[in-house]
C-alpha cells in the first residue's frame, strides 16, 4: 500500500503569508539529518505540492558561489535571496511549497521543520560522503550545540522538530503531514544533546 495522500491542505490555514498567498515550509537541519529525502517524502503526500531546494533557487537570483574544494555545501548569500524573494515567489506553481536546505529556515517562510541528528551518527554520515574532516566536525560541532534550533528560536517560527536517526522517515513525514492539518503549532526546538537529548 502506497503513502496516504491529502490534499493541498494548507491554503485554509489563517496565517498563511500574505504577500504569498502559499504555504511555504521550511525543511532545515544541520548537513546529513536526511532533509531531501523527508522532503520528498511529504511531497509525495500533499497533493499539489512543490520541492525546491535552496541551492537552486540561490542560482535563480545569483546568490551562490561553489566551494573552492567542491564538497559540503555551497556558499550562498541569504540576503540577497530574502531580497530577491518576489522574484523567487513567482517561480513558485502551487499553493504548497517546501524549501529544503540547511539555510531555508532564514528564508521568508511560514514554518519550519527541524530535523536532528544524534551528532555521532552525523559524523559517521558526513564521512561516508567524503567530507574533509574539518567540514565534518563544524557540521558536528553545530548540531550538538543546535546552532540552527537557536536561530528558529530567535525567529519565532512555528517549528515541527524530529529526530532522524532513529526514525522510520515514512513515518515521519506522515506525522509532518498531520502537524500540517493542525495548523502547525510549534513543537520544539527543545533537544539538548548536551542534556541527553532534551531540555
Not at 490534499?7 to 532545515?28: D, F, K, N, Q, W
Not at 512543490?50 to 535563480?60: N, P
Not at 546568490?63 to 518576489?86: C, F, K, L
Amino acid at each position: 500500500m502506497g503513502p496516504r495522500r491529502y490534499e493541498c491542505i494548507p491554503s485554509t490555514l489563517s496565517h498563511m503569508s500574505e504577500l504569498t498567498r502559499r504555504c511555504i515550509l521550511a525543511v532545515t537541519g544541520t548537513p546529513g539529518t536526511g532533509k531531501t529525502t523527508l522532503a520528498a517524502f511529504v511531497r509525495e503526500r500533499i497533493q499539489g505540492s512543490e520541492c525546491h531546494s535552496v541551492a537552486d533557487l540561490a542560482e535563480l537570483c545569483g546568490a551562490i558561489a561553489d566551494q573552492q574544494d567542491g564538497t559540503g555545501p555551497r556558499d550562498v548569500d541569504i540576503e540577497r535571496m530574502a531580497t530577491s524573494w518576489s522574484e523567487l515567489n513567482s517561480h513558485f506553481t502551487s499553493e504548497f511549497v517546501l524549501i529544503d536546505g540547511h539555510l531555508s529556515h532564514l528564508l521568508p517562510v511560514d514554518a519550519a521543520i527541524l530535523l536532528r541528528c544524534r551528532p555521532d551518527v552525523l559524523r559517521e554520515r558526513l564521512e561516508t560522503r567524503g567530507w574533509p574532516g574539518a567540514k565534518v566536525e563544524e557540521n558536528a560541532e553545530a548540531e550538538f550545540i543546535g546552532s540552527i534550533a537557536a536561530d528558529i528560536v530567535s525567529d519565532a517560527v512555528p517549528c515541527f522538530e524530529v529526530t532522524s536517526h532513529d526514525g522510520d522517515v515514512m513515518k515521519i513525514a506522515d506525522d509532518v503531514v498531520i502537524w500540517l492539518e493542525k495548523g502547525f503549532p510549534s513543537v520544539g526546538p527543545t533537544l539538548d544533546w548536551l542534556e541527553g537529548g532534551c531540555r
